[in-house]
């Protein structure tokens, strides 16, 4: 599974064109400013329909542009033992057998429209599962030093990666504390006891995956970090929910009634999983507290690794990688314990500064390119 090529269109600063991705692995290499973390999401939009950069895809458009397109040829290597005509290959080998699939992103009158082989897809949990792809990139560090939403953030990515339908119960929740909120704002009470049970059922279940993913995350994320960073110390991830100790249903919807006049003084929801907080925690004490950019910055990408296995290993496939910049902050020894345990991908797009050791990283199919003021060029050397 990977993109055999890409076409953009009035995409960011990246001129018109069609780029050949053939390969297991694709190196963009530029100076800062060039256009290649443009080319990473224009990859991730593909992927997902919205940007790891922005929620706004009015920048997605190139400046005074009014029609902007994404498109990519996919060919489809997943499941090879439920269809034997499907063979399992590189992209680059471009076997018929092979099935190939187009997906087409255009923005124009302020409107979003999703293609996959002619067919406008309306919801994009159908493309979580199609082509999963996960990025590695700077800002990643929020994930770990970040507000609390940041790490809320990050679990329910994983989550919703893994089974779309998450996605729905977190919609369901917020709507619910919304409601809730607006209850309690206007003091409708008679309306709370309905609430609340919604709210603790729908509450509960989020936290209970939650700890699930936290419990799956503690079991390579320690490692991992230890074995990159080379700290004796452990690092762990303990999930601090705001419901403590996964009290039943009537026991949570006891504690809302409990709490009731004082959300009613604040106008708003003060417990439940839209307050649950996450804590980085070595020899005891909060990581962040003390730890140095360059271990925040660490912890990040160990984040990223464990997030691709827990994918790979309940789906049962390879994600696609992106990394943008990454390797750039690691010293030699962590950059090579760091690709060593990089999870298994069926496609990866690195992006690079000119004076990185990105050739020492090349293997024979590697496509490498060199990105110069929005122009994707090929090199052969
Ligand atoms: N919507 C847009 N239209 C035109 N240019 C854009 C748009 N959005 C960003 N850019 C330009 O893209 C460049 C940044 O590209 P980027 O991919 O982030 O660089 P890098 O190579 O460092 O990863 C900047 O010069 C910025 O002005
Ligand atoms: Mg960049």
């Not at 963009?28 to 999401?41: A, C, D, R, Y």
């Not at 709210?199 to 419990?215: H, K, M, Y």
């Not at 980085?280 to 997030?307: E, H, I, K, P």
């Amino acid at each position: 599974m990977g993109f055999r090529s890409i076409r953009v269109y009035n995409y960011r600063n990246l001129h018109n064109a069609e780029i050949d991705t053939a390969a297991p692995e694709v190196f963009l290499v530029g100076e800062n400013g060039q256009g290649k973390s443009n080319f990473l999401e224009a990859v991730y939009v593909l992927c997902y329909a919205s940007s790891f950069r922005t929620r706004t895809d009015a920048l997605l458009m190139r400046h005074g542009s009014s029609e902007t397109a994404l498109s990519g040829s996919v060919t489809e290597t997943e499941n090879p033992t439920n269809d034997p005509h499907v063979a399992s290959v590189d992209p680059q080998a471009g076997t018929s057998l092979a099935r190939c699939t187009e997906r087409r992103i255009i923005w124009r009158d302020g409107k979003k429209r999703v293609i996959v082989d002619g067919r406008d897809v309306e919801d994009r949990k159908e493309l979580i599962r199609s082509l999963p792809c996960i990025v590695f990139c700077h800002d990643d560090i929020q994930f770990v030093r970040g507000a609390p939403d940041m790490q809320r953030y990050f679990f329910d990515q994983t989550l919703s990666l893994d089974d779309p339908l998450f996605i729905d119960t977190l919609r369901d929740y917020r709507r619910i504390v919304r409601l809730r909120n607006s209850a309690l704002k206007e003091y409708r009470t008679e309306l709370l006891p309905a609430y609340d049970r919604q709210l603790a059922q729908t509450g509960l279940e989020i936290q209970l995956r939650r700890r699930e993913a936290v419990a799956a995350f503690s079991a390579t994320f320690c490692d991992l970090y230890q074995g990159i960073s080379g700290s004796e110390d452990k690092l762990v991830i303990e999930y601090r929910p705001s419901w403590k100790s996964d009290p039943p249903l009537e026991k949570v919807i006891a504690l809302l009634e409990d709490r009731r006049q004082t959300d009613l003084a604040i106008g708003t929801t003060t417990s439940g999983p839209h307050r649950d907080r996450f804590r980085f925690a070595m020899n005891g004490s909060d990581y962040t507290d003390t730890a140095s950019t360059g271990q925040l910055r660490l912890t990040s990408l160990v984040l990223r690794v464990a997030q691709a296995r827990f994918f790979s290993d309940r789906a049962g496939r390879r994600p696609l990688l992106l990394l943008d910049d990454v390797m750039l902050e690691l010293d030699p020894v962590r950059r090579a314990r760091f690709l060593a345990v990089l999870p298994a991908y069926d496609q990866a797009f690195f992006t690079f500064l000119p004076d990185e050791q990105f050739n020492s990283y090349r293997k024979d199919a590697t496509l490498l390119y060199r990105v110069v003021a929005g122009v994707i060029d090929g090199e052969s050397g």
